[in-house]
């Protein structure tokens, strides 16, 4: 499948922990990736890494944003794949990731979107905690509860952009405001229940 998945990484003085995220990113046996970077003006050696870095990049930009969600919606409007997800400066994939999700892709070519399961590492690269999302169900809805693991979404980019992305005077939070608007809009997810 010659599918294009669409990682955006967001980034802003984040110079210790930005080529682990990049090389989790290169790392990845799927071909037909496409990275975009946003990194909101740093001024730390961020910009330098993503020089020596930029051939395998396909799109970067330095320069003050909004926030973090202004910075995810910039990169979700220069994507082109068909999927696209995000990664945050001191986030990884983990190896074979995107071919996990790809087999879901295939499987499931109608559901907008996807989440899977959350690792949390420290500095050293040790597991601190873990999180599985849960099937969506009623009680959610009702209660207002919703276990969002973040880093592991995967969405329809056509679809993201129709309903508007992220609510940008959200900033934190708003992937989870997402993953709701999703929801009332009749949208189940599939669980992938790996990390």
Known sequence: ??????????????????????????????????????????????????????????????KKDKGQSDAINSGFRKATGEYITWLNSDDVLLPGALNVILGYLDVYPNINWFLGNVLWLNKHGNVIKVGKVEKECWFWNKHYLFSNGGPTAIMKREYLLSIGALREDFHYMMDTELWYRFISLGNKFIRINKY
């Open 1 to 62: 499948m010659n599918m294009k998945i669409s990682i955006i990484t967001i980034t802003y003085n984040s110079a210790k922990t930005l080529p682990n995220t990049l090389h989790s990113v290169l790392s990845q046996t799927y071909p037909h990736i496409e990275h975009i970077i946003v990194d909101g003006g740093s001024t730390d050696n961020s910009v330098d890494i993503l020089k020596k870095y930029s051939e395998y990049i396909d799109y970067w930009q330095s």
